[in-house]
């Protein structure tokens, strides 16, 4: 199955601040993004308040999405100790 990207408007500004302030994790962020659109079951799903969304680490960082039908949508990403 193809899965479409919606980036929640959060994300999107967090992710041109990595990208000027810190290219290298921007990196690691664009391919783990990547992972995700290939495979968005594969990483674990969360409990709780945040029932129906999954996280992924990107070391320090987690990064919170949403299958929603064909859409995978980026919710924001977040220090671990702040994530949760």
């Given at each position: 199955?193809?899965?479409?990207?919606?980036?929640?408007?959060?994300f999107e500004?967090?992710?041109?601040?990595?990208?000027?302030?810190?290219?290298?994790?921007?990196?690691?962020?664009?391919?783990?993004v990547?992972?995700?659109?290939?495979?968005?079951?594969?990483?674990?799903?969360?409990?709780?308040?945040?029932a129906?969304?999954?996280?992924?680490?990107?070391?320090?960082f987690?990064?919170?999405?949403?299958?929603?039908?064909?859409?995978?949508?980026?919710?924001?990403?977040?220090?671990?100790?702040?994530?949760?």
């Open positions: 199955m193809e899965y479409r990207i919606h980036y929640a408007d959060v500004k967090q992710v041109k601040k990595i990208r000027t302030r810190d290219p290298v994790l921007y990196d690691r962020l664009e391919k783990k990547l992972e995700i659109s290939e495979k968005p079951e594969h990483y674990k799903p969360l409990r709780g308040n945040l129906g969304t999954r996280r992924v680490h990107i070391d320090p987690v990064l919170v999405y949403e299958i929603a039908g064909d859409t995978i949508i980026f919710h924001y990403i977040k220090h671990h100790d702040k994530a949760y």
